[in-house]
């Protein structure tokens, strides 16, 4: 496995004239045929017959080109395994963020040159990938495998194929707040209590997506009104907030990834970190998505299948991420989930207007 982070740093522009030049991303002999239509005769046989047939072509194929929004030794550690299992295949591996992975995929594929295999995205962060008619069509039954609490991520159109989930939830210092001090929902991040000691980041779709889910609009809107009101504390990155609570600076983060307090946590018993399980826990998956002009159907079709193996969600729950196969590494099973994928742009913008309105003049 390779890294090209250095890539990543070119504008789409340089991204095309180098492709061209080069001749990066001229189809295989297995793509001759679309890929939506090799996945439709994959589907129509028997399980075993079928992950031959995988196998067999992926072997032909010989390589992979995939783009991990997982970061640093997270990502290599997971493709580690995947080469591991299928040494046969020559992995390109680039890690970024959901967003920056869309915009990736689009540049190259704007220039004609179809250089990625497969991405993993945010499934909130879809849309924009969706409307540009560059996913291919992918039914697996590999998605068989997801647990029941969690199949409400399958997309019945199989334009995806979620493989794990990540949360927003309410986290805080337990030296600065006792657990009958602490908030117990979110509406309670507008009490008094709390004025100037709720922290955020800046405006993310995922996070007021997930919002708008469990609230509503309206209600949004008011509890936007009266969070702006309550002087948050708002920062850009998630981590750095995270330390920031933990060292005292302020005693209640209203946006985060609980995993990370939790693995300080395991570092440290001490760390004064708590989640509050009372607040309902906002839910979105991640997914991988095939691009519909891969160079390499069958090697992105087994790594699809693969995220959602035995070893890909140990791997998963190991490192504190959301399992779909598996029991969650931390979160007990009756903690109430609001589970979301993406909304329409018009609705987004609205919420970002809220934003900005109530709470954006505060950055």
């Avoid at 295989?28 to 679309?34: F, G, I, L, M």
Wanted: aromatic share 10%; glycine share 6%.
């Amino acid at each position: 496995m390779r890294m090209t982070k250095s890539f990543l740093t070119m504008s789409a522009p340089a991204l095309c004239i180098i492709a061209l030049l080069t001749g990066w991303g001229r189809p295989s002999h297995s793509a001759e045929r679309s890929a939506d239509q090799l996945y439709k005769e994959l589907a129509k046989l028997p399980e075993t017959q079928r992950q031959k047939r995988l196998e067999e072509g992926a072997q032909k194929e010989g390589k992979l080109n995939y783009v991990h929004t997982w970061r640093g030794k997270l990502a290599k550690g997971h493709i580690r395994l995947f080469e591991k299992r299928y040494s046969f295949l020559k992995v390109e591996m680039v890690d970024i963020g959901s967003q920056d992975a869309a915009e990736r995929l689009i540049a190259e594929e704007t220039a004609g040159r179809h250089l990625t295999d497969a991405i993993t995205l945010a499934v909130p962060d879809l849309p924009v990938i969706l409307k540009q008619n560059l996913v291919a069509r992918y039914p697996t039954p590999a998605t068989k495998k997801i647990l029941k609490q969690y199949q409400g991520f399958i997309d019945p159109e199989n334009r995806w194929m979620p493989w794990y989930w990540s949360e927003h939830g309410i986290s805080y210092n337990t030296n600065l707040l006792s657990a009958d001090k602490a908030p117990k929902g979110w509406e309670d991040l507008c009490k008094p209590a709390y004025k100037g000691q709720v922290s955020f980041d800046p405006a993310e779709t995922r996070f007021l997506a997930g919002l708008s889910v469990m609230m509503g609009e309206e209600k949004l809107k008011g509890w936007l009104k009266c969070i702006g009101e309550n002087q948050p504390i708002i920062q850009r990155g998630h981590t750095q907030r995270m330390e920031l609570m933990l060292s005292g600076d302020h005693a209640v983060q209203g946006d985060n990834f609980l995993y990370q307090g939790v693995d300080e946590k395991r570092k440290d018993p001490k760390v004064p970190y708590a989640i509050i399980y009372s607040a309902p826990i906002l839910a979105y998956a991640g997914a991988i998505i095939i691009n519909k002009n891969t160079p390499n159907p069958y090697a992105a079709a087994l790594l699809a299948d693969w995220t959602l193996s035995e070893e890909s969600q140990k791997y998963t729950a190991e490192e504190l991420r959301g399992p779909l196969a598996l029991k969650h590494p931390y979160l007990p099973d009756n903690v109430k989930l609001i589970a979301y994928g993406y909304l329409s742009d018009e609705l987004v913008n609205r919420l970002h207007d809220y934003w900005n309105q109530y709470i954006g003049r505060k950055k």
